[in-house]
């Protein structure tokens, strides 16, 4: 009995969500974070505006940019953001569009800083 609710429990854990396991930015509270990613708290803005909320934060990371791109790519469906037409880093939830973008990190090899912008979408 034991055994089979063992097996039962990791077969339902092969199918949760990669975000379902993440860590959680400190600045976009409802975006996950890869594994390997440390969020720097420094280099942050966060405020309200009357047509949403402004949001950016900054992480690093040792993943490449294809890695980084394909976990968002998987991640943030689920968590009800839309690939923005046309593009391959910014997606749209509601009224707000989220941006992704990726650059190697000034000084090293091997190490990418990936910035994360949360802003009101444009009025369609």
Known sequence: ?????????????????????????KVITDLPLMETMKEDLSKTV????????ILETTAETPAQVRQ?????????????WQLYKGTYNTYRRKNEMLVIDVFQKPGTTG???VQFKIAPAPKQ
Do not use: E, K, N
């Open 46 to 53: 966060a405020f309200d505006t009357a047509d949403g909320r």
């Open 1 to 25: 009995m034991l055994r089979r609710f063992v097996i039962t429990l990791l077969f339902a854990l092969a199918f949760i969500p990669a975000a379902a396991l993440a860590d959680y930015s």
């Open 68 to 80: 980084i791109l394909g976990y968002y790519g998987q991640a943030l469906p689920p968590l009800g």
């Open 111 to 113: 190490v990418q800083l």
